[in-house]
């Protein structure tokens, strides 16, 4: 079935390690998206890449860092997790990105979870 | 300095009425407003979106309408069906930063 997958589903952390959040689409979508969704905050954009080889920086990204190597995965390093990064993350694709045109439908992952004691 | 929010964190409707959900932004630079459905342990999923030069979208039994002086949009969904109970999540487009901005949530509960 395509869509996104999402690896890990859950993650428990201890504070300073590092961790990366693996995401692939097979929609051959350009644009690809990572969120964070809080309780009160709703989804908050970290990174972004419109295409493959561009990256972008969203809403909140600081402590993390993300690449686009090719068009199907987006991976998302936290490089010394702490407990402010506990969240659900989302990975998110478009078509063609958000600008221009008419707004592009984001598919989403099913999440992962992730706690950093 | 939310700039799209969901006043309601949650609603409650009886099956088979309407179910209005809100949202209000800031921004008059946003073009385009989606709102997406998201069921537990799922990504959200899309539902419906309008342009901001249009007042209304329908599509089956979602219907979105936009007041662009009031900076307001509302979901319509008729009849609430238990099926429809999920997060709803309302977002904007700004085209200038290239992203969606997106409302903290309403939890919206269809009761029998």
Not at chain 1, 106 to 114: A, K, M, V
Not at chain 2, 6 to 23: A, F, M, T, Y
């Amino acid at each position: 079935i395509a869509g996104i997958t999402q690896a890990p589903t859950s993650q428990i952390l201890a504070a300073g390690r590092r961790m990366t959040l693996r995401c692939t689409q097979d929609m051959r979508h350009n644009a690809m998206y990572w969120y964070r969704q809080d309780l009160g905050l709703g989804l908050r954009l970290i990174h972004y890449s419109n295409t493959a080889g561009t990256t972008g920086k969203g809403e909140v990204p600081d402590g993390y860092s993300v690449s686009r190597a090719n068009t199907d995965d987006f991976p998302l390093t936290l490089a010394s997790a702490v407990p402010s990064q506990t969240s659900v993350y989302f990975c998110a694709s478009s078509e063609h990105g958000t600008s221009g045109g008419a707004a592009d439908e984001q598919f989403f992952g099913p999440g992962t979870r992730l706690t950093v004691l | 300095d939310q700039q799209v929010k969901q006043n309601s964190p949650s609603l409650s409707v009886q099956e088979g009425r309407i179910s209005i959900l809100n949202c209000d932004y800031t921004n008059s630079m946003f073009d385009y407003f989606l709102w997406y459905k998201k069921y537990p342990a799922e990504g959200p999923t899309f539902l419906i979106s309008i342009s901001s030069i249009k007042d209304k979208n329908e599509d089956g039994r979602f219907t979105v309408f936009l007041n662009k002086s009031a900076k307001h949009l509302s979901l319509h969904i008729v009849p609430s069906q238990p099926g429809d109970s999920a997060v709803y999540f309302c977002a904007a487009r700004d085209q200038g930063a290239q992203k969606l901005v997106f409302g903290q949530g309403t939890r919206l509960t269809i009761n029998p």
